[in-house]
């Protein structure tokens, strides 16, 4: 639709009031700002100046303390006030630049007047403080914008539904106070401008898409009905965008009683943490916290065991030939991150209940305290009523008092006088004290001898048993690993628990001897990893989180059935936002997870969401058509209009004259503009190998599991790290047929394809993969 000059003049006209508005607020705030740093300061500096302190007597010491609190208080007012107004600041600068992207206009039924509406990163008044300049875009008025066209419109708020009318839907780019694009829109948000903002270039930080939110994608943001809401979609189709403007419309709706260090995103690996840390500061909040499932896992797991991660799971397997192990590995994967398995799991704690606990023995010097049947006796002999964590505590309790009446007993072994003998001033001044102590600190001195020998013997003997204590206190005595080991070793036992016959591996023998090899080398392969973990966590009481209020999962297909159970319990007062494509389950357990629907059983239909999108926008028209034929049911994937090259699949003789025409490509790549390319490999050790020999040549940087972030620039990339990222190019390596041949590496590769923004290059020796569409 075509805009009028008249219209533009107005337009502009009042996008310089407004800046200048802002301007002027910014500097009010500035002087505010100033001043307040100013006071608190001051009020630090003489903090003690504005106190009568006084302890002579008990009146003036309560004095003192109210006077105290009193000045702390203003202090602490002063702080937050400051806190408050550069917080504001920054907004305001924030929206000087562009103070907003939208515009409608509204007339509520009922109503004779229209309203319009600007919508901005933040919101800004007038100076009467009433009517709003710009409305937030996750003000509740704000969700016209994005979900309705000129005509009926309505819209929810707190205190009901708003009906009426939407007569002008008008969208703006504006730079440094200066409209640079304007039109008005029809159903959708404008491609025009969804063309422009796509067109750009990659970079190393993800960008806010808050001018430019589709409609599927609002229903995502703004859902917080349900307990727990199911997002899957195709590669490129906004879900983590919209999961990181969820959390800020969530901050803005709760803000008061939800704060961004309550809420958690576990996402697949650190360059990707990076990556999406700057959308959240852009859009004025605090970031949430973030982590990886992995670092879950290593914080838990502790030293006992090295903790294989998945990315060496995921290297290991790429890199095996289809031998018996390989094929033994692979089920005992699948099976081990089943809900079977987790089944199983839950059953086995269940006859643990009534008969086969395993403990370790306390011992002390080579002396058995307390022997491991004799503690299997005790935990029976308790209640069974009392939950199977509740005896564990329990016991513990009788493990101290045992341990305790142990060093009573062990205070005259010849030891502890040979000990006593080695003491130095300070060890004798600690026995005084606790002397002292215990004589209700009376003024008195060793004078007895009996006494100061026991005393000392005392604290001789408790030094030592230091680490034994703080080993019961945690629980160290219940030996988890042997009675996980059992599972692998105690054939009946495992087929009494996994009741269902069926659900057994064909390959038991073999998983049962690689996970026992494991467990005698000390080494937890990844998938015992959240088994034996939850087998720990059942055993000794569930550690929960519960100032965790919104848990956010990204990329879930890569989370086994019993990762998302885990996730459950741990954070028991949270609701949940998953999001993933099946498509791209990178790791050999991701089959485990099925359909994502499934996750649906986790709160239960009644409190479960699931949104789909289809249409996907990282990529050109071209890559989409093309990468969407790499995967069953790609048909159902809507590529978004925006052309581009089409995708080039390239035969090379040999790796020499591959890796000529990779640097060839590279330079061209370079000179078009290009500024992020990745040279995507299968591995981690082809990327270790293809960058030292591009190296020699060009400029790139080698991306390993521990790479924090990334850069401007060639990037070389093992595929399943360049999740959840985009490039302005890519450049597949080598995707030769016996390169990405097993069924297992299609979804791999389409991730590794699908990772392209502009340009897609396919290279290959000999036969293509069986994985790329003809031409
Ligand atoms: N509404 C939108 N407006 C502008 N850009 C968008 C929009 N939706 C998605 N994009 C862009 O599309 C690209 C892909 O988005 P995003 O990474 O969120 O998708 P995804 O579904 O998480 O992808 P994948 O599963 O492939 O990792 C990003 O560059 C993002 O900025």
Redesign the pocket.
């Known amino acids: 639709m075509a805009i009028s000059e008249q219209d533009w003049k107005d337009e502009q006209q009042r996008v310089t009031e407004v800046t200048g508005k802002i301007k002027h607020k910014i500097a009010q705030l500035e002087a505010d700002v100033g001043q307040i740093r100013g006071d608190v300061i001051d009020m630090r500096k003489d903090f003690w100046d504005e106190v009568t302190v006084n302890f002579s007597n008990p009146d003036d010491l309560g004095e003192t303390s109210t006077n105290l609190r009193q000045q702390s208080q203003v202090l602490s007012d002063r702080e937050r006030a400051h806190l408050q107004s550069s917080k504001l600041l920054k907004k305001y600068r924030k929206l000087v630049e562009s103070p907003y992207f939208g515009r409608i206009d509204f007339k509520e039924h009922g109503s004779s007047e229209t309203e319009s509406i600007y919508l901005g990163t933040g919101s800004f008044l007038d100076e009467d403080m009433e009517s709003f300049l710009v409305y937030d875009w996750r003000a509740p008025i704000s969700s016209l914008y994005y979900d309705g066209a000129p005509g009926p419109a309505k819209y929810e708020t707190p205190s009901g539904e708003v009906s009426g009318e939407m007569e002008l839907k008008r969208q703006f780019i504006i730079h440094d106070g200066k409209i640079q694009v304007m039109f008005d829109t029809g159903v959708t948000i404008g491609d025009e401008l ?1 063309q422009q ?2 067109s750009h270039s990659a970079d190393d930080r ?2 806010s ?1 808050v001018a ?3 409609k599927e ?1 609002n229903a995502v943001i703004r859902n917080d009905k349900t307990r727990m809401l199911i997002v899957q ?10 999961a990181l403007q969820r959390v800020a419309y969530l901050l803005y709706k709760y803000r008061g009683s939800l704060r961004a260090d309550q809420m958690l995103l576990f996402s697949p690996n650190p360059l990707f943490n990076s990556y999406v840390s700057s959308v959240l500061p852009e859009l004025g909040e605090d970031n949430m916290q973030q982590t990886t499932f992995q670092a879950y896992l290593e914080h838990r797991l502790g030293k006992e065991f090295e903790l294989e991660d998945v990315f060496t799971q995921t290297e290991s397997l790429l890199n095996s030939e289809d031998t018996p192990e390989y094929r033994a590995r692979i089920e005992s994967i699948t099976y081990k991150s089943s809900v079977a398995f987790l089944d199983t799991i839950r059953r086995y704690k269940e006859m643990l209940e009534k008969e086969g606990m395993m403990f370790k023995p306390i011992v002390f010097q080579g002396k058995v305290v307390v022997s491991a049947d004799e503690m299997a006796a005790h935990f029976y002999s308790y209640d069974r009523a009392v939950k199977l964590a509740g005896r564990i505590d329990l016991m513990r309790e009788w493990l101290l008092k045992r341990l305790a009446d142990f060093a009573q007993a062990e205070k005259k072994e010849p030891w502890v006088e040979e000990q006593m003998q080695l003491l130095d001033i300070e060890d004798y001044q600690r026995a005084f004290q606790t002397m002292r102590r215990k004589q209700n600190k009376k003024d008195t001195t060793f004078n007895d001898h009996d006494v100061e020998k026991d005393v000392l013997a005392r604290m001789v003997v408790s030094d030592r048993l230091k680490p034994v204590r703080r080993w019961i206190k945690r629980l160290r005595y219940v030996n988890v690993t042997g009675m996980y080991r059992r599972l692998f070793t105690d054939q009946a036992l495992f087929r009494q628990a996994a009741l269902d016959a069926d659900s057994i591996p064909a390959h038991w023998e073999e998983i049962c001897s690689l996970t026992l090899q494991a467990l005698r080398d000390k080494r937890l392969l990844y998938e015992d990893a959240t088994p034996f973990l939850y087998l720990k966590e059942l055993l000794q009481g569930f550690r929960t989180n519960t100032a965790i209020r919104h848990v956010i999962v ?2 879930v297909q890569d989370y086994s059935a019993f990762q998302l159970e885990f996730l459950k319990r741990l954070f028991p007062r949270a609701k949940m936002t998953v ?1 993933g ?1 099946l498509n ?1 389950a990178i790791y050999a357990h991701g089959e485990a997870l099925g359909s994502l629907e499934n996750l649906v059983g986790l709160y239960g239909a009644e409190d479960t969401e699931v949104i789909s ?1 289809t249409r996907s ?2 990529s050109t028209y071209e890559i989409v058509e093309f990468t969407r034929q790499m995967i069953p049911g790609g048909e159902r994937i809507v590529p978004f209009n925006r052309p581009g090259e089409a995708p080039r699949v390239i035969q090379q003789a040999d790796e020499k004259s591959l890796d000529e025409a990779v640097i060839r490509d590279l330079r061209e790549l370079h000179e078009q503009g290009y500024n992020y390319v990745a040279v995507i490999c299968k591995t981690a050790e082809e990327s270790r190998q293809v960058h030292e020999r591009l190296s020699a040549t060009l400029q790139t940087r080698l991306v390993t599991k521990t790479t924090p972030s990334f850069e401007k620039g060639t990037l070389v990339v093992p595929a399943y790290l360049a ?2 990222v ?1 490039f302005d190019a890519v450049i597949i390596y080598n995707g030769s047929a016996d390169v990405y041949r097993r069924e297992s590496e299609r979804k791999l590769f389409y991730t590794a394809c ?1 990772r392209a ?1 502009h340009v897609l290059h396919v290279y290959h020796i000999g036969e293509k993969s069986r994985f790329l569409p003809n031409p």
């Not at 979609?233 to 919209?242: I, R």
């Open positions: 969804l903002v796509l993800m960008k898409i430019t939110i589709q994608q979609g195709a590669a490129g189709s906004g879900k983590t965008s919209a990204d990329e999001l494509d791209q999108l926008y990282r999740k959840g985009e699908t923004m």
